[in-house]
């Protein structure tokens, strides 16, 4: 399967909150998926972290490449039509993150692990 990272699930999986479904646990240890993360995830996670909202994670910075490279996380770049489909999808959701991976998910025909149901609502499907 081709799965997609919300931001709150790559956070969950990254500081193994309890927060993270057991069914997605089990996706992600499986080995048998390939694994996306949005450079929008990791734009939030670098913007929350900054403003001092994203406290359990001491250094994004020098985390993150371990953390994919450990994992076997493939980085998704945004795209000129991502950006396009994000910003036309319909809807009042006002998240520019979560519009983003939801066009990303859409374009890419991927699964997003998700507990957010503002992404199943623009059309993606996702797993929880």
């Known amino acids: ?20 479904s057991p069914e997605v646990r089990r996706i992600l240890s499986a080995g048998d998926n390939e694994i996306f993360v949005s ?7 670098a913007t929350k972290w900054r403003i001092g909202k994203l406290r359990e994670i001491a250094d994004p910075a020098s985390q993150y490449a371990p953390l994919m490279t450990e994992n076997g996380f493939v980085g998704l770049a945004l795209t000129e039509e991502h950006a396009m489909k994000a910003g036309l999808l319909p809807g009042e959701h006002r998240d520019p993150f979560d519009r983003m991976i939801a ?25 929880w």
């Open 103 to 127: 066009a990303q998910a859409l374009i890419e025909g991927l699964v997003v692990i998700t507990r957010d149901p503002a992404l199943a609502a623009f059309g993606c499907d996702v797993i």
């Open 1 to 20: 399967m081709r799965l997609l990272l919300d931001t709150h699930a790559l956070i969950w999986w990254w500081t193994d909150a309890p927060q993270l």
């Open 39 to 45: 450079a929008a995830c990791i734009w939030e996670i």
